[in-house]
């Protein structure tokens, strides 16, 4: 696993216990998170509302809040990345597709047997819809 990917987590985990605890994100990260998680974390949570209704437009029979708090952090990291690349430090951009593999991976490792193809599933939906409403070059 990538240092990368360790500190993406780290944010997802942020996230997750800032919502479980009702408290800062600030307040909730590891006293060594990178400014990278720390970006990151807080980035997704300035875009939240606008992340939230991309997952609902896809997460088809569920709405926002039945999203266990772990795939909702999980879905948030992975879009935030997939719509506002520069939302985090130039540096650390990842394509969309590493962008899911990463979700994905994080759910399966950390999340029930169900969480996996849902993530990908609303996370590839999303691709497509980004894809398809990308402006072409002529």
Do not use: C
Not at 25 to 48: G, I, K, M, P
Not at 128 to 137: G, M, S
Request: charged residues 25%; proline residues 5%.
């Amino acid at each position: 696993m990538s240092r990368r990917t360790d500190q993406r987590r780290a944010a997802v985990f942020a996230l997750y216990q800032a919502q479980l605890t009702n408290r800062q994100l600030d307040d909730v990260f590891e006293r060594d998170a990178s400014l990278f998680t720390r970006a990151l974390a807080h980035a997704t949570q300035d875009y939240a509302d606008d992340l939230d209704a991309v997952i609902s437009r896809h997460a088809q029979g569920w709405t926002i809040d039945r999203i266990a708090p772990l795939e909702r952090a999980i879905l948030r990291v992975a879009l935030l990345e997939m719509l506002h690349p520069d939302a985090a430090p130039a540096e650390t951009a990842i394509p969309p597709e590493g962008a899911i593999d990463e979700a994905v991976e994080t759910a399966k490792t950390f999340s029930g047997a169900d969480a996996p193809g849902f993530v990908n599933g609303i996370l590839s939906a999303a691709l497509r819809e980004i894809r398809e409403t990308a402006p072409h070059d002529a």
